[in-house]
């Protein structure tokens, strides 16, 4: 049970980072905001293995469901100015 | 280049530090003197079955007071700085919302709403509370803001919303001054049994409001950054 | 468990820096920091955690009176619940302004932000 919830965390890490990745070096504007709400959704699964399910619960609400409609709503009012 | 050499620099020097300290940390093996006070007197003192609710809401209520001022700042100010210049909705021509749209968005808001109310209804015997409740609450506004941008949504509604529950909370947590122990004390209401939903003193309704004040601060910024025109 | 969440929160706050150092669009600079603000929040929860405990929720399995050794520090957990609801306050303002710059400049670069230098 305790080297499964190892090899999770693990995983779990290296998709972080994997996202954090994409996040900050992509192309595309739309993928890194998403690869960004990834890592705050994955962060969130990483909380409830933490024995933190409060954290867990506001990180899945706030961070990756709010923060990345906010973004979508200021990118989709700026077409045209994300390839600079 | 240049500026991109300086930046690992900073970087490099950041990660010897943190290098330094996840290698040095130990985790304690006893909670400390602290955690040990809320985890033994908790269920005596607040009731609450949820340890991290009576710290957010009681022991520490003074913080949170001052965090959903912050909110409320921030929803001001966002408000603030995206009025100016902004264009009528009936401007705009999009085409009609679609039938089955419509009635879905119609069917599953308020049954998003009515999840966020039974989370911070919860708050003090589950995870999750006020600000988990609150957050639920604005995905539901999204929602129909999603399904319907032509449809201007009351601003007045959620206002008045957020000002009367940022009342009632800065009058609970008065009361607590004349009727218990002191500012936002939550036995005002008996304590009850741990488990039950009426329990905790006066915590449910604290985090009641809480909640309906968080939601109207997320609709209201949701809503004004859904409202600015394309530029 | 908690050291390799230790170690992967750093990794992310370093990554956030990076991309906030080098990226000149400003909606890149603020993803990055969200990422970072993340990162922050996952170094926190660690601190906390504690092998073999509990959430610290009292119920049947944990009753009040062994609370104090079946659970993990409630106290990290209370605080990035608010750094969490503040970070997303952050954001929203940080994305308003962004905006108000974009109307005015017509671009998202902000090295053409010239105003005060000199």
Known sequence: MSGLLLALTILLAAAMIGAALVAILGKSMPIAILAAGLVSLLASVLFLLLASPDVAMTEAAIGSGLTTFLFFFILGRMRGGEHD | ?231 | MALIAMAAGFILILIGFYGALTNRNILRMIVAFTVADTGVNIVMVAVGYMRGRTAPILDNTVPAAAAAARIIDPVPQALVLTAIVIGMGVTALMLAFAYRFYEKKRTLDITKCTELKW
């Not at chain 2, 908790?42 to 913080?63: E, S």
Request: glycine share 12%; proline share 3%; charged share 15%.
């Open chain 2, 1 to 231: 280049m240049i500026r991109k050499f300086a930046a690992l620099l900073i970087l490099a020097g950041i990660a010897a530090i943190f290098t330094g300290l996840l290698f040095t940390y130990e985790p304690d093996a006893e909670l400390n003197t602290t955690a040990r006070y809320y985890a033994e007197r908790t269920a005596a003192d607040i009731g609450a079955a949820n340890i991290v609710t009576a710290i957010v809401v009681t022991y520490r209520g003074l913080d949170t007071l001052g965090e959903v001022t912050v909110l409320f700042l921030t929803a001001a100010i966002v408000g603030l700085v995206l009025a100016r210049g902004r264009r009528r909705k009936e401007d705009r021509h999009l085409a009609p919302v679609g039938e089955l749209l419509a009635t879905g968005s119609r069917f599953l808001a308020p049954l998003i709403i009515l999840l966020g109310v039974y989370v911070f209804v919860n708050g003090h015997l589950t995870p999750g509370g006020g600000f988990q409740g609150g957050a639920i609450i604005a995905s539901g506004v999204l929602l129909i803001l999603l399904a319907d941008p032509c449809r201007c949504l009351s601003h007045r509604i959620i206002d008045t919303v957020e000002s009367v529950s940022g009342l009632f909370y800065v009058g609970i947590a008065l009361l607590g001054i004349v009727l218990a122990g002191g500012f936002l004390d939550s036995h005002l209401l008996p304590r009850g049994e741990l488990g039950d939903l009426f329990s905790a003193g006066a915590i449910p309704l604290i985090y009641s409001l809480i909640g309906l004040k968080v939601g109207a601060e997320f609709s209201s910024i949701l809503a004004h950054l859904s409202e600015t025109e394309e530029l």
